[in-house]
């Protein structure tokens, strides 16, 4: 993991200082806490990688509805890009509803106050099918995990494989009408971002993911995601951005729909636990609550596969 640099630290603090505060936050202090959050500050759970404010906003281009759920969300970063702005308040439009699921307590409480127009439910991506939502949203998005990031034993709906992002895209086709996702290069069947021309090009595993679900990940009005390559935090992924639409998909694929549930792994007991509680525990019995995504069988370095 990488050590915080002076000025990030402290920009951290203030971040969290500001989340800290008893009264709302107005817009930038809400953006400031967003640009300067330290996903890495305690450690990198689950391997978050929180994405570039420049990307989220091109993806946000392609999210339509009024009803869009941010699947693995982080502190919100997606979903702050795709909230209403004045065009729309100005223009009396009606509001955009985000739902934000997140299963780390500590970013939930920074999303509470970055985005409290948001209904963040804190909780694992693979409930999302069980979960009462109030029916399908327009848009899922997500950035998740990459990889063979362990899932305590869960699965999607009909994917089998083992690569996480494919198992979040499946789930949202559950509660979804279309899918908005950034995913790694090679995961999208096409390659755009950093190249000079548009080629298809699927591999073994998106060919797996497509005949288990049925669905067709597409490509974007032509956002290059590589002109953000610098902006990460420690890390420099190639990714696209792919679109799912589900209501082509829902009913096909080879695998069913319906398996019989994984045999549960011994709960750890995360989802009811207050950020608070979570905080104050010893940094290694917070990271002893997550599937960590280092791998060495896997070659898994948090989220990236290398
Ligand atoms: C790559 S980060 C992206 C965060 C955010 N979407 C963004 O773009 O900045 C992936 C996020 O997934 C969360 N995550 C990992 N496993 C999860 C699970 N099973 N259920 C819900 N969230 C999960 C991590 O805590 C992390 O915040």
Redesign the pocket.
């Known amino acids: 993991m990488a050590k915080l640099t002076t000025e990030q630290a402290t920009q951290h603090r203030k971040a969290l200082a500001l989340v800290d505060l008893d009264r709302d936050l107005t817009l930038t202090e809400r953006e400031f806490v967003i640009d300067h959050y330290m996903e890495t500050a305690d450690a990198r ?2 391997g ?4 570039p404010d420049g990307l ?1 906003r091109d993806m946000s281009i392609e999210v339509t509805g009024k009803r869009v759920i ?1 699947l ?3 502190i919100g ?2 979903a702050f890009a795709c909230r209403d702005t004045d065009w729309e308040r100005l223009n009396n439009e009606q509001p955009r509803e985000l739902v934000c ?4 307590p500590e ?1 939930v409480r920074v999303g509470k106050k970055v985005l409290p127009e948001a209904t963040w439910i804190l909780g ?3 409930d999302v099918p069980g979960m009462d939502l109030g029916g399908p949203f327009d848009t899922a998005i ?4 990459y990889g063979a990031v362990a899932r305590g034993g869960r699965t999607a709906p009909r994917y089998t494989g083992g690569r996480f992002e494919y198992h979040v895209i499946d789930v949202a086709a559950a509660v979804a009408r279309r899918g908005v996702f950034i995913v790694p290069q090679e995961m999208a069947p096409f390659r755009y971002s950093g190249r000079s021309s548009f080629t298809e090009e699927r591999t073994d595993a998106y060919n797996r993911f497509e005949r288990q679900t049925g669905i067709t990940l597409g490509h974007t009005v032509g956002i290059d995601t590589s002109y953000y390559l610098d902006e990460w935090r420690d890390a420099a992924p190639r990714t696209e951005i792919v679109r799912a639409d589900y209501t082509s998909a829902r009913h096909s694929g080879t695998a069913p729909a319906a398996r019989p549930a994984p045999k549960p792994q011994p709960s750890r007991n995360w989802t009811g636990m207050g950020a608070t509680d979570f905080n104050t525990r010893p940094k290694a019995a917070q990271v002893a609550m997550f599937d960590v995504g280092d791998d060495a069988a896997t070659g898994t370095i948090g ?1 990236f596969d290398v």
């Open positions: 759970l689950d978050a990688f929180f994405t989220a941010d693995c969300a982080g970063r997606l699921v997140e299963r780390n970013y694992d991506v693979f997500g950035n998740p995990p989220l």
